[in-house]
């Protein structure tokens, strides 16, 4: 009874964050004709009549119409549906909160999001790192610049995974089993990912002349709670990559 | 089937990082070794299953070199050898229904009863009036297995153990 009375609250702390930054609350469709373009997620599949629908694996794709068709600064608070998730973290179906700031940048929206996370749970320690300082620190490489080769040796050294990995699932893996275990209590902001983990966000050269995404998850206690980008604006970027 | 050898699922833990490829990570306990290992695998990787099957058997004598049991369903006999049997053999009585594990038509390991009711052949003599007392003794069983009883027990006397313990419970009647 008590998390369902605490679920109710953070649904109204949430509605009100919003509603108070004038970001517009969108009802979209969790049930549509196509699904994502992720080779990792698998959407549901429900069938009426002979047509075949997808349970959405977030609002993502609604959420961009609306805002190509000019509606703004837009949020939902809704559910997402992925096949073979399931886990002591992980639920078919689960909520999401998705927004989108336009204008913003990545900073803007990571300081955004610890604003709301404050509202909620406040007086969390803060720190925040790129990708490749926590990299450097937990695992002494360079994730921009390492060999494929020489992170699989560390993915056997340092997870129980036996075989050949790609140079990302290798990266994503370490991170997950080396790097986030390690990570300091209270709240992680963890920002520019390697440009092959940057699904649909803008990529720029960092100070060392990396390609990098800008690209953020925000942790809490070791747990992945978001994932935010500064989104890819570029109509014929856009198209090269839904192509690939 | 995990580097040769026969394995069963001790735990599972789906790993998903926010985008990109999931992994499972399984606790695992080798059948053959015993040993309990980890190992991380991509979500959706196929294993090569096992033929192993627990089936309950009851043993029937010892010829020196491997331990005969049989399915009383069937009547099939089978016969583990000192490897499969191991620590169980302490505890195998004639008529016992136990656990055997086959891998492939074979046995691979044994499970005895968790109680065994066997007699004392050896120990040392009790004193009389000793029962309130604390404090036990080495008791020699007709298995051979060793175990500590209260010191009025001796040799003849039936006793129950676990065997998993290896620990009196009681005195019993055979």
């Known amino acids: 009874m008590k998390y369902i009375a605490e679920r109710a609250r953070l649904y109204r702390q949430i509605r009100d964050f919003f509603a108070a930054r004038h970001v517009l609350e969108v009802d979209v469709p969790t049930v549509g004709r196509t699904a994502a373009l992720d080779p990792n997620l698998e959407a549901l ?19 961009k119409r609306l805002l190509s068709a000019g509606y703004g600064s837009i949020y939902s608070l809704t559910r997402a549906y992925r096949q073979g998730e399931q886990g002591r973290l992980h639920n078919p179906e689960f909520a999401i909160l998705e927004w989108y700031q336009v204008g913003f940048t990545m900073q803007d929206l990571i300081d955004e999001t610890l604003s709301l996370l404050d509202g909620i749970k406040p007086d969390l320690s803060i720190t925040q790192n790129s990708y490749a300082e926590l990299f450097e620190e937990h695992l002494g490489i360079n994730p921009h610049q390492v060999s494929t080769a020489e992170v699989n040796h ?81 109509p014929d970027e856009q198209r090269n990559r839904f192509e690939q | 089937m995990l580097d040769g050898d026969p394995c069963s699922i001790v735990d599972v833990e789906f790993v998903k990082p926010g985008k990109g490829q999931a992994f499972t990570r399984v606790k695992v306990k080798n059948l053959s070794t015993g040993r309990v290992w980890e190992r991380t695998f991509k979500s959706g990787e196929s294993l090569e299953s096992a033929d192993v099957m627990d089936t309950e058997m009851q043993y029937l004598y010892n010829d020196g070199e491997f331990w005969h049991f049989m399915d009383p369903n069937s009547f099939e006999q089978a016969q583990a050898d000192q490897n499969a049997v191991g620590d169980a053999a302490q505890w195998l009585k004639e008529q016992d229904t136990c656990v055997v594990t086959m891998y492939n038509g074979s046995p691979l390991s044994v499970t005895p009863p968790n109680h065994v009711v066997l007699e004392i052949v050896d120990t040392d003599p009790g004193v009389r009036g000793d029962t309130a007392q604390g404090g036990n003794k080495p008791a020699t069983l007709n298995t051979g297995a060793v175990v500590k009883v209260p010191l009025f027990l001796e040799i003849g006397d039936i006793v129950k153990v676990d065997t998993r313990t290896a620990e009196y419970l009681g005195r019993a009647k055979d």
């Open chain 1, 45 to 63: 599949q429900v069938v009426s009549g002979k047509q075949t629908y997808y349970l959405q694996t977030s609002p993502e794709y609604f959420h």
């Open chain 1, 154 to 234: 560390l993915v056997e050294k340092h997870t129980s995974y036996r075989g050949e990995l790609s140079l990302d699932s290798a990266l994503e893996l370490l991170f997950s089993q080396a790097v986030e275990p390690r990570l300091p209590t209270g709240i992680q902001v963890v920002t520019h990912y390697p440009s092959g983990q940057a699904a649909m966000a803008r990529r720029i050269e960092d100070a060392c002349g990396y390609s990098v995404a800008l690209r953020f998850e925000i942790y809490l206690e070791g747990v992945e709670l978001a994932n935010g980008y500064e989104e890819l604006t570029d």
